[in-house]
């Protein structure tokens, strides 16, 4: 799994201490090759290299594999460890990510089912003695593990590669543990493959340095750096007390905005489960055309996963559970007042602690008028809330990606009426009437007659209209083609406006367009308690609601799918970060601001992100996508599915991308569908050419995120807020980016999350379902309303 790992940056040498003060005896050496496995030193490293990310790189390594064979049985019989490092030496450039994983595989589906049943027998019995074992083989590390975790080994001797930067440089590291003799494939084949220190020793050729030995034990199991960092207040001089989160939230009341998202509800669920002694949460959920907002609670309570674990928890009395803790309030964030009841509004605005904002539209280009109405309006109500409130705070939670065209390092700060582009004159609030000036004159433009002419005469020339279109029909056609044109005018409209003051899209623009009326309102209102939190690329949970969560697409899901098909050249700059966090480690992030923010201990910004503490590159992100990738093709059946797996997806310069990659294609196919327009009724690569389309949109929408920009985004404030909790909450309220192991995170949890929750949306499929969970909660508050029963309210209409 990828959780966080106690693991000290001296991980090798500490385990190996650990491991020698558990075994008092003298440890047991088991040769692996002859007694559980007839293995070579060439057959893996030639997998490896036939393997490689590009197809140009496993060609050239396989001549070079080539040469070696011709010149190996010379070397061989004049210096085998030199002829072992001249082996391993084609491995360079090749990441450790790589061999992992296909060390992994090579094991899984070669060495395993060769393995040799009267040698593991023996092992066995050695093993029953209690003795420590320790596997000795000339194979690499990244073999030797997955054989030593299969077996219950805990400690190998075997080669290692010298790693720059997360690729091999090519060299071994000491001490080499050269092949056998060559006579051992003749005489060395009992299953029996224990051998004393003294003959290890002389097979090894380490007479010199008989300590090499010991030297050389590595611990079986894959250690990860975990990098601990002091933590020091410059802004005081005395010593900051603790911050305990259960104090700090015990008996408070929380209004949550947004509890049906996919970040709103994992912190939801995080809070009924980890703090029983928090107060009362209220939700603010609007209602539909044709459900309430009690009943659309109940229909998430019911279905999502998210609450599978709480429901397990509290068995029949979930229910009875969530009417005691939650409240759901109707209402509309983006209406005045947040839509709220005048009565409910009063009651609220003397009774909440904390207000948190998790609510927003993250489609990249939308329509202008929802963007405006659920990123910009629905944050001036909140504001106008925290106004009339008596003590309320607010969380409202933002994007890092606010920043737009700007590369450098991004500190956690709140520039006031901020643009990329830096217009000294800009005025977020200015800017906001502009866009609704902006929209109301779209909109009145659509009813003009111009355009009605316009839409009328595109009904009568549609292609499959009838001809004898007119009347109620007529109308009809017009008004749907009115209400098309106006969303595109406007989501048109809304990108190039964003373009124009230096963010990507829409999304980004009026997401740092609400941050500056936050801005302006702190200034206006120095005591107002508000913190805005910048999340990254907010992705697959590690732990919390469970490990491997995900959903919806609108993050890097529609990219990492691409990845996974036959594409192969993604346009990016390989040392650019690509900066992913796991949703419950944003969820433990809000929560220990949410204490922060009701104890008065807050700043104004918290950036949650991971390209400092933890970066993990573009090169790399895009081999771990092509890894997780092909363990799950791998592991299938059908040519089909093993051809996929052989296509690594590689991080290619624009240049490159533009004349050799989708938009060549789209090109050629469309020159040939033209080409034969006179000759067919259809255009034969119609499909085709449509497919390249959305291929070259999708790379173009996530360009300014891969290719454009290089941000690294500052996360000081949550880590110190982090370090100040009592030493009995850090396990469970700690927020930990430096522990992530990317490549456990991506290739066994992210990439197979996606395939289960994520990709079936992209192919037009519904995800994985599970038995519907009964939670009546709107039944029990109509019974109650109708007799009169003294139960907590589940719902103030």
Same mark, same amino acid.
């Given at each position: 799994?990828?959780?966080?790992?106690?693991?000290?940056?001296?991980?090798?040498t500490?385990?190996r201490?650990?491991?020698f003060?558990?075994?008092?005896?003298?440890?047991?050496?088991?040769?692996?090759?002859?007694?559980l496995?007839?293995?070579?030193?060439?057959? &893996?490293v030639?997998?490896?290299?036939w393997?490689?990310?590009?197809?140009?790189?496993?060609?050239?390594?396989? !001549?070079a594999? !080539?040469? =070696?064979?011709?010149?190996? +049985?010379?070397?061989?019989?004049?210096?085998?460890?030199?002829a072992?490092? #001249?082996?391993?030496?084609?491995?360079?450039?090749?990441?450790?990510?790589?061999?992992?994983?296909?060390?992994?595989?090579?094991?899984?589906?070669?060495?395993k089912?060769? @393995?040799?049943?009267?040698g593991?027998?023996q #092992?066995?019995a050695?093993?029953?003695t209690?003795?420590?074992?320790v596997?000795?083989s000339?194979g690499?590390d990244?073999?030797?593990?997955?054989?030593?975790?299969h077996?219950?080994?805990?400690?190998i001797?075997?080669n290692?590669?010298?790693? /720059?930067?997360?690729?091999?440089?090519g060299?071994?590291l000491? +001490?080499?543990?050269?092949?056998?003799?060559a006579?051992?494939?003749?005489?060395?084949?009992?299953?029996?493959g224990?051998?004393?220190?003294?003959?290890?020793?002389?097979?090894?050729?380490?007479?010199?340095?008989?300590?090499a030995?010991?030297?050389?034990?590595?611990?079986?199991?894959?250690?990860?750096l975990?990098? %601990? #960092?002091p933590?020091?207040?410059?802004?005081s001089a005395?010593?900051?007390?603790?911050?305990?989160?259960?104090?700090?939230?015990?008996?408070?009341?929380?209004l949550?905005?947004?509890?049906?998202?996919?970040? !709103?509800?994992?912190?939801?669920?995080?809070?009924l489960?980890?703090l029983?002694?928090?107060?009362?949460?209220?939700?603010?959920i609007?209602?539909?055309?044709?459900?309430?907002?009690?009943?659309?609670?109940? /229909?998430?309570?019911? $279905?999502?996963?998210?609450?599978?674990?709480?429901?397990?928890?509290?068995?029949?009395?979930?229910a009875?559970?969530?009417?005691?803790?939650?409240?759901?309030?109707?209402?509309?964030?983006?209406?005045?007042?947040?839509?709220?009841?005048?009565?409910?509004? =009063?009651?609220?605005?003397?009774?909440?602690?904390l207000?948190?904002?998790?609510?927003?539209?993250?489609?990249?280009?939308?329509d202008?008028?929802?963007?405006?109405?659920?990123?910009?309006? *629905?944050? *001036?109500?909140?504001?106008?809330?925290?106004?009339?409130?008596?003590?309320?705070?607010l969380?409202?939670?933002?994007?890092?990606?606010v920043?737009?065209?700007?590369?450098?390092?991004?500190?956690?700060?709140?520039?006031?009426n901020? %643009?990329p582009?830096?217009?000294a004159?800009f005025?977020?609030e200015?800017?906001?009437?502009?866009?609704?000036?902006?929209?109301?004159?779209?909109?009145?433009?659509?009813?003009?007659?111009?355009?009605?002419? $316009? @839409?009328?005469?595109?009904?009568?020339?549609?292609?499959?209209?009838?001809k004898?279109?007119?009347?109620?029909?007529?109308?009809?056609?017009?008004r749907k083609?009115?209400?098309?044109?106006?969303?595109?005018?406007?989501?048109?409209a809304?990108?190039?406006?964003?373009?124009?003051?230096?963010?990507?899209?829409?999304?980004?623009?009026?997401?740092?367009l609400?941050?500056s009326?936050?801005?302006?309102?702190?200034?206006?209102?120095?005591?107002?308690?508000?913190s805005?939190?910048?999340?990254?690329?907010?992705e %697959?949970?590690?732990?919390?609601?469970?490990?491997?969560?995900?959903?919806?697409?609108?993050?890097?899901?529609?990219?990492?799918?691409?990845?996974?098909?036959?594409?192969?050249?993604? &346009?990016?700059?390989?040392?650019?970060?690509?900066?992913l966090? +796991?949703?419950?480690?944003?969820?433990?992030?809000m929560? @220990?601001?949410?204490?922060?923010?009701? %104890?008065r201990?807050?700043?104004?910004?918290?950036?949650?992100?991971?390209?400092?503490?933890?970066?993990?590159?573009?090169?790399?992100?895009?081999e771990?996508?092509?890894?997780?990738?092909?363990k799950?093709?791998?592991?299938?059946?059908g040519?089909?599915?093993?051809?996929?797996?052989k296509?690594?997806?590689?991080?290619?310069?624009?240049?490159?991308?533009?004349?050799?990659?989708?938009?060549?294609?789209?090109?050629?196919?469309?020159a040939?569908?033209?080409s034969?327009? +006179?000759?067919?009724?259809?255009s034969?690569?119609?499909?085709?050419?449509?497919?390249?389309?959305?291929v070259?949109?999708?790379?173009?929408?996530?360009?300014?995120f891969?290719?454009?920009?290089?941000?690294?985004? $500052?996360?000081?404030?949550?880590?110190?807020?982090?370090?100040?909790?009592?030493?009995?909450? /850090?396990?469970?309220?700690?927020?930990?980016?430096?522990?992530?192991?990317?490549?456990?995170?991506?290739?066994n949890?992210?990439?197979?999350a996606?395939?289960?929750?994520?990709?079936?949306?992209?192919?037009g499929?519904?995800?994985?379902?599970?038995?519907?969970?009964?939670v009546?909660?709107?039944?029990?508050?109509?019974?109650?309303?109708?007799?009169?029963?003294?139960t907590? &309210?589940?719902?103030t209409?």
């Open positions: 799994m990828a959780l966080p790992k106690s693991t000290n940056p001296t991980s090798d500490s385990q201490e650990l491991i003060d558990s075994q008092a005896r003298e440890p047991i050496f088991w040769r692996v090759e002859g007694s496995l007839n293995l070579t030193a060439v057959r &893996p030639a997998f490896f290299t393997n490689a990310q590009s197809f140009l790189e496993r060609w050239a390594r396989r !001549g594999m !080539g040469v =070696l064979a011709v010149a190996r +049985p010379v070397l061989y019989a004049s210096n085998r460890v030199f072992t490092r #001249l082996l391993h030496a084609v491995l360079r450039g090749v990441s450790r990510d790589r061999l992992d994983l296909l060390g992994e595989e090579f094991f899984e589906y070669f060495l089912p060769r @393995l040799k049943p009267r593991i027998a #092992l066995k050695a093993m029953a209690g003795g420590g074992i596997l000795v000339q690499l990244h073999v030797m593990r997955p054989l030593a975790n077996l219950g080994v805990d400690r001797i075997s290692r590669l010298d790693f /720059r930067g997360g690729l091999a440089t060299r071994l000491e +001490p080499v543990i050269r092949p056998r003799g006579f051992a494939k003749l005489t060395g084949r009992q299953p029996n224990r051998v004393t220190r003294e003959q290890l020793t002389g097979n090894l050729g380490f007479e010199r340095n008989p300590r030995i010991d030297e050389a034990i590595q611990p079986a199991k894959k250690a990860a975990k990098v %601990t #960092l933590v020091v207040h410059y802004d005395e010593k900051r007390p603790l911050l305990s989160v259960r104090d700090a939230l015990r008996g408070k009341q929380i949550l905005i947004g509890a049906t998202g996919f970040i !709103g509800k994992v912190w939801l669920a995080n809070l489960t980890d029983p002694e928090i107060g009362r949460i209220y939700l603010l609007r209602r539909n055309r044709s459900s309430t907002a009690l009943e659309r609670f109940q /229909r998430v309570m019911e $279905e999502s996963p998210v609450f599978e674990r709480l429901s397990e928890l509290h068995g029949e009395g979930f009875r559970f969530l009417r005691e803790r939650v409240e759901v309030v109707e209402g509309d964030a983006s209406k005045t007042q947040l839509g709220l009841a005048p009565e409910a509004r =009063l009651r609220l605005a003397h009774s909440i602690d207000i948190v904002n998790s609510s927003g539209l993250t489609d990249f280009n939308p202008l008028r929802d963007a405006l109405a659920a990123n910009l309006q *629905a944050t *001036a109500h909140a504001l106008d809330f925290v106004r009339e409130s008596s003590h309320a705070a969380l409202h939670l933002s994007t890092c990606y920043i737009g065209r700007r590369d450098g390092r991004v500190l956690e700060e709140l520039p006031k901020y %643009t582009v830096g217009l004159d005025e977020a200015k800017e906001w009437k502009s866009l609704e000036s902006l929209i109301r004159d779209t909109e009145a433009r659509a009813e003009s007659p111009e355009i009605i002419d $316009e @839409l009328r005469g595109y009904a009568m020339k549609k292609e499959h209209a009838a004898n279109l007119h009347g109620a029909s007529l109308e009809n056609q017009i083609n009115r209400v098309r044109w106006l969303r595109q005018k406007l989501t048109d809304g990108t190039r406006r964003a373009n124009e003051l230096g963010w990507p899209n829409t999304y980004t623009l009026t997401k740092s609400s941050e009326l936050i801005g302006n309102f702190l200034d206006r209102t120095p005591g107002a308690a508000i805005v939190v910048r999340p990254a690329i907010v %697959t949970s590690i732990q919390q609601p469970f490990l491997g969560w995900n959903e919806g697409i609108n993050t890097s899901a529609s990219l990492s799918y691409l990845l996974g098909t036959f594409f192969r050249q993604l &346009p990016t700059r390989e040392t650019k970060c690509l900066d966090i +796991p949703v419950d480690l944003v969820c433990r992030g929560t @220990l601001i949410a204490a922060a923010l009701v %104890t201990r807050h700043a104004r910004v918290y950036q949650l992100a991971t390209s400092v503490t933890n970066p993990c590159d573009m090169r790399r992100s895009i771990l996508t092509g890894l997780g990738h092909r799950f093709y791998r592991a299938q059946n040519f089909h599915h093993r051809l996929r797996s296509f690594d997806a590689i991080p290619v310069s624009k240049a490159r991308y533009e004349t050799l990659s989708a938009p060549a294609q789209k090109a050629l196919v469309q040939i569908n033209r034969v327009e +006179p000759i067919f009724d259809r034969p690569f119609a499909r085709r050419e449509r497919e390249l389309e959305k070259t949109k999708l790379v173009a929408l996530f360009e300014p891969i290719l454009h920009n290089d941000h690294v985004f $500052e996360a000081a404030n949550i880590e110190r807020l982090s370090a100040a909790l009592p030493p009995e909450e /850090r396990a469970q309220f700690g927020y930990d980016a430096r522990s992530l192991d990317w490549w456990d995170y991506w290739i949890v992210h990439i197979p996606l395939r289960k929750w994520c990709y079936p949306l992209i192919e499929r519904l995800p994985e379902t599970r038995p519907r969970r009964s009546p909660l709107a039944a029990h508050s109509e019974a109650s309303a109708a007799g009169g029963a003294g907590a &309210p589940a719902a209409p």
